[in-house]
DNA sequence: TTTATTGATATACTTTAGTATACTGATTGT
DNA sequence: ACAATCAGTATACTAAAGTATATCAATAAA
């Protein structure tokens, strides 16, 4: 995607952070959770009604593998009664550029594929 | 991922273009095909020997899509022998400020993620 | 006291993604 | 004439991702 010509082996170690990357992000409801929760969703049941479609068996997984990934936090209070919290990392804003250039060229690509055969 | 809350439908919208995105992007040989490509390889033979364990089933079938999402062309020539290229189109290069992203955050979350626990 | 809500887990299933292997017809090379 | 290469396709399979549904123990609300 630039000019110059890499290696073989320069550009086996790019596509293995790139898939890194989509290891992280990919699957169906990763970013939706991610949004939500930055939407102001912290609580389990919160996060599940926002997401229309979403089962309570992927949330549950998923909310985990982000929080190995450390994109959130789940933290457990115990002030007059149990509550569970899950809240964006400081870390998860770096994935901020990512998101949002994601959206520009997804918004750009549809209107590119759908436009009328000039 | 910024600091104003969104309502739920501009929610939506956005995830909307981000799975677009992930659409075109995500699966496991999509990127590397794509580079394979960018490196100078522009034969369909020429391609699966660059990347080590694709079968011919899943490059055909990623060719198939990546030509249909405009992100690659495929010409059939017939100047003394019929011969088929594939090269990236203007418009791929599109994706690149997003596969840098992608590359630096990889790199950067894969350092992240082993340091030692502090 | 029963009913609902919270934060989940377990089991079984379906769907989608990817693999393995054999094959084709046209061309080029020996 | 025979083998090799090119650009794939067809069929059958396995693995990964996701869904459906039931269940649980601990509060909280009526």
Redesign the interface.
Known sequence: ??DK??S?EE?LR?????????Y???GKWK??I???I???NNRFREISR?IPKITLRMLSKELKELEI??LITRTVSEDSSILITYKLTA????????????????????A??TEKKT
């Open positions: 995607m630039n010509k890499l073989d550009c790019d596509m293995r952070h790139i898939q890194d990357t989509l992280v992000i990919s970013l939706p991610i949004m939500s930055n939407n102001g926002s990934n450390k870390y998860s804003q770096t994935l901020a550029p990512l998101i949002e250039e994601m959206k520009n060229w997804g918004r750009n690509h549809k590119m594929i």
